[in-house]
């Protein structure tokens, strides 16, 4: 791989290569599939700009080699590089516990002592898994760090020379320290079961090179939703056509509870089966109704005829909008976009105006979640950060107050928040695998669970009780945490849910403490009763399955293989919905409010730029709502009122609203318009 590095006036051009075994090799071939991975992003911090422009993350595998095309103050270009890595956090930590360490120390104890002593964690392992959180921000190109590891280790355990003559002019003085180190240990260390597992988790790929053995070894990046622009453009996502279940396995959920609980909030038990909206006005009108007047049930049954099907209000950006939630009471609007720009809608009485907009601090490319607070006094937002931020919604001035994390990853970033519901905790899950909860009355951190083997994407709170959470990650579980009885050193679960064959990018609660939704990666949705815990044998196999996805979510398209709709072994899900698409970011999906639709429905974003609503009971697509230019990453229904409010990576906010058009005035749109009616003559008479 030739990579361009460009730092002020100079242009230096690199290649690197390194040396593969024929048994780890063999290792490679098993568990990897051929891929190209192109990506475009540019750092920027203290004046020093770093640019890597459509360059491969791949060094061939041959003999290591350092080619410098302009050797004019090579050395000092480097290093300037390498201080622009360290001010961006981006070279490695031995105090950092990374997510490989865990996995080392969990499933290779073998081989965790001799990469610790031979300094290979910190320097390229942990980079990979912990550090390659960030689409945009990462200068760890696979070989910036991997390459002297790689070769360090063969090089201590072997005769090879670690780096040849021209590689000493192109790294920078941490490796000859390092290349020290490595020589006192004389553990032979075998990095092809780490490579293995590496590519597995999509943290490396193989791809087609030009080689000794034609194999190029290339770094992909974690499942986050930080994405440069440059990686999004031109994608396939929104010409992706998601397939749909024709006839929706409802096996479980016709004998759920939660089939009783809404046909009796919808008045559909009582219907016997006469679900004409005409009838029950006839009903009505002759008196046949209970106090001769529809009961909330049949207002909320007469409502499932008219859902939102045109846009009646609109906003637009100049970047991509992110979240968008109606507060709890429906009368305010928060929308987040990456222009670090949050704004605040009214939105009592139908009305959709502009109220006030706060800018954002502290934000890493985008503001990535948002909500607000009980009381509605107060707005809580996320970033690439190790704070979340609060801002006073009535105060004048604005108001803002970091809410420290204090995490132990040098790129931090909380990618969902939950307020309970007394206001006193916040709930974030990270991209450290861990559940943070911050007392804002201590205004302190007050708990860090160790939750997930992977990002976590999805955090709620499972009733108005704030005692039940629930979580959703990278590694497709599902889990129930009981918030009385976790603990920091022995983080247990109350359950688990497995039955996704992908990571979960959104979970949300039905409000009961019993049902929930979870969006994933494998094109579906998820509905989940927490009294029916996965078996271990559903734990392995979702795990299983995750291992085997091999391509990315935000600019590949979705694999047939990975469309697939048997049940995985152990799946207790209660009911799976198909027909919208999950691409480019973590998209959303929510149960429909229970005032308005005894919660009937489903709707969730789709990457075609759709709003896709679903019928619980019977699993099938009820409506698409058409009309954004690109996908459509969160959708938030009003709770009291007909109408829903859009946000998509088009840069537009739309509200959908309810428009009937009489049979009649649609035949007068659709007929000729009559012909002028020829003028009166004066009569002579």
Known sequence: MIGRTWL?????????????????????????????????????????????????????????????????????????????????????????????????????????????????????????????????????????????????????????????????????????????????????????????????RGQVRLVHGSGATGLQLVQSYSDSDEDSDGAWEGRLGDRYNPPVDVQPDTNEVDRSEIRTQILLATASSTLKGRHSFTHMLTEREQGRCRASSFSHGECNRIQTHFLPNYVSHKDTYQQKAFCGVYSENGNMFLSACQDQNIRLYDTTRGRFKLRRTVKARDVGWSVLDVCFTPDAQHVLYSSWSDYIHMCSIESDGENHTALDLNPDERRFCVFSLAASTDGKEILGGANDGCLYVFDLEQNKRTLKIDAHEDDVNAVAFADSSSQLLFSGSDDALCKVWDRRTLREDRPQPVGQLAGHRDGITFIHSKGDARYLISNSKDQSIKLWDIRKFSPKEGLAASRLAVTQQNWDYRWQQVPQRALKRHKLTGDTSVMTYRGHGVLHTLIRCRFSPEFSTGQRFIYSGCSTGKIIIYDVLTGGVVTRLSGHDACVRDVSWHPFEDNIISSSWDGAVRMWEHRQTHPLEEERERAPAPAPAAEAKPCDC
């Open 8 to 200: 002020g006036e100079m242009s230096v051009e690199v290649e690197r290569k390194f040396i593969f075994t024929d048994e780890t090799l063999k290792i490679l071939e098993k568990t990897a599939e051929f891929t190209t991975v192109r990506r475009s992003f540019s750092l920027k911090e203290d004046g020093v700009q770093v640019d890597l422009d459509q360059a491969d993350f791949g060094y061939n595998v041959g003999e290591i080699e350092v080619l410098v095309k302009e050797d004019r103050d090579v050395q000092s270009a480097l290093e300037k590089i390498e201080n622009a890595a360290q001010k961006l956090g981006l070279t490695g930590n031995q105090k950092t516990p990374g997510k490989m360490h865990v996995f080392l120390r969990r499933y290779l104890p073998s081989h965790y002592d001799a990469l610790r002593k031979a300094h290979i964690l910190t320097n390229w392992t942990e980079e990979l898994s912990s550090g390659g959180q960030s689409d945009k921000g990462s200068l760890r190109s696979m070989g910036s760090q991997s390459s002297s590891g790689m070769s360090g280790g063969r090089g201590s355990s072997s005769g090879t020379p670690a780096e040849s003559e021209g590689d000493n002019q192109g790294l920078s003085r941490r490796s000859d320290r390092q290349q020290g180190d490595r020589q006192s240990s004389e553990e032979d260390v075998d990095l092809a079961e780490v490579l293995a597992y590496l590519l597995r």
